[in-house]
């Protein structure tokens, strides 16, 4: 099976580092999710043991949503699926552009 990377480092979104939690569950408005936003502790909580697809896709899903608080834009969590699907894909598919837009020349 292709498991995730549990990456536990703090990420920094327009300079506020958010903590990376992995839990059992993650429970929204009582609804069991892959991951939550947590903007009253800074936090992203991911439900661990998520296959690699799944958690990338919950990851970026979590990192647009406080995107979204931060510059105070109002998406629909179907935009927020749609833009984290076409995130995944572009770095999915183009990993060598991804890799060239971090290189520092």
Not at 24 to 51: N, Q
Request: hydrophobic share 40%; net charge negative.
């Amino acid at each position: 099976m292709n498991k995730m990377i549990q990456y536990t480092k703090p990420i920094t979104i327009n300079g506020t580092d958010y903590a990376i939690k992995f839990v059992d569950k993650v429970t929204v408005d009582r609804k069991e999710c892959f991951g939550c936003l947590i903007p009253k502790s800074i936090s992203i909580e991911i439900e661990k043991d998520l296959a690699r697809p799944v958690y990338i896709q919950t990851m970026l899903h979590e990192i647009i949503h406080a995107i979204e608080l931060d510059y105070c834009l109002d998406f629909s969590e179907e935009d927020v699926d749609r833009l984290a699907s076409g995130f995944a894909s572009l770095f999915r598919h183009n990993p060598q552009f991804i890799k060239s837009l971090l290189e520092e020349k």
